[in-house]
RNA sequence: GCGGAAGUAGCUCAUUUGGUAGAGCGAUAGCCUUCCAAGCUAUAGGUGGCCGGUUCGAGCCCGGUCUUCCGCUCCA
């Protein structure tokens, strides 16, 4: 069972490439590791699933306004944060045992079964190194020292090698004076935009607590395993609503969302029963609650969306390293009858990858067909079954044969339709042909213009998903289609 | 990061001990064709992932490297 899924996994990534849904980045070159691009299929399909959560958050919210920060932030932005802190110190692994360790606590756990005097030197050598930022020093010291681990109990390590999770670069055309003075990183998380601007869509917006900022945009992050295809990539989409809640709502607010977020996924058509909830047992530093929405993926239930209870942590935060009240005043009255004041907002962030909702809706859609025809021959198709709200392309408009002033009924329809959604236009080969390779492409609608067309103005509608076909007038093709688009 | 497997045309694959690469499907152009990929003709497409070594000669052997998938690990 394992491998029918791994290998249609395969499959599925074979078919994005083939039909211009994903490649990989690069390509060209022997390919840039976990980075991918999105083909003329899959830009269109990525943009209806940004659209349609855009829309679900900001149109039908009122109290929920969307945001475009960017990518480049203050350096402080990633100190406040604590992004800096947690992922600049350099690590050893141990190639026995797998486990990856600390330098700086590998050897200070060390030298705690030293003598103090050797302890002491150890030590002092240690911090000369590590001010030095000298890999190849820390490792000889380890290695002079026989210090083994704890596990194995061995010596044979890896070198020395310090993880940056996020990807900096030199902000500003001229050198800085001093080195590492103008680096800037690339956001490994677009919530921050959000938080420092919290304040401005506050005030300009008038908004009133409880409310929401959406954003949708890349991040970066130097994944120290990035695989799976899109699932885990070095550059990403990510789409996060921050909801400002009054302190000791956040849990109500933490329910509501986690609820609201799992009906939305089943409203683009993701199944219920490949989707749960996992409660994080383990708590990041800012979260008081969290949870992931887990999707069946052909690998396994992962990570589609994440549900967390920041608390007030990165309001406080940003208020400390910039030194500026970070603050609301609730109008709204207590059950003493009196306002609540000043206070800083909670904040309930849901954030869901979009790559991963994309790999989410092709892994659904994918699928191979095979049945008997009338006459007892096989035939087989390869179908992606998307749902037509967000489907790339919805209609296929086909005249029958390339003659006879088909096409130019065709073209006509063609012009009608195009302003209101995406249309693909084919004369080329045998009309079977062309709906397998709409299927294949996942078109939800193909029209078929005939003979009998020009006789009394009626098309072939022929449906995706259930191969089934029938005559309509030609004037009620657009808002047909435009309402199972709807629909 | 560790271990395993793999990389030949857009896709799926072949080339039996090393002798200058082939098929099917697909694509393109045209013909034929009145509704579910299968008729006819022609054409394009590969420095065998990349670099190096052994050899008279490497897709095949060896080393390195890049990329992908699987398991473990990691994921603020």
Redesign the pocket.
Known sequence: M?NEI?NN???I??HC??YGYIF?SS?L????????DYGQMGAQLKKNLRDEWWKSMTQLNDNIVGIDAAIFMHPTV?KA???VD??SDPMI?N?DS???YRVDHLIEAHAETLEKAAADALLAEMDQLLAKDDYAGLKKLIEDNKIKCAISKTSNW?DV?QFN??FSTEFGAVAAENEGDNIVYLR??TAQGIFVNFLNVQKTGRMKIPFGIAQTGKAF????????????MREFEQMEMQFFVRPGTQMEWYNYWKETRKKWHESIGIPAERLRFHDHI?L????DAALDIEFEF???WK?LEGIHSRTDFDLSQHAKYSKKKIQYFDNDLNEEGKPYGNYIPYVVETSVGLDRLFLTVISLAYAEEKWT?EDG??????VLRIPAKIAPTKLAI?P????DGLPEIARELMDQCKPHFHCFYEE??????????M??IGTPF?V??????KEDNT??I??RD????E?IPISAVKNLVQEKING
């Open positions: 394992a791994a996994f395969q499959e990534i074979s490439k083939e990989q390509e070159y022997d390919g840039l590791s976990a980075v991918y990633w944060s604590g992004h947690n992922f692994d190639k797998n486990k990856r890896t090698r999770l996020m490994p998380e992050r130097n994944e120290i395993v990035a695989r799976q295809f899109i699932f885990r383990k990041a530093h800012y979260a052909p690998f396994g990570e025809k021959t096989e035939d087989s198709r390869v086909l029958l044969l390339k003659k080329k080969d045998a009309i079977g042909k062309r709906y397998r390779r299927d294949a193909c078929t213009i005939d003979h009998q067309t098309v072939t022929r449906y259930t191969m089934t076909q005559r």
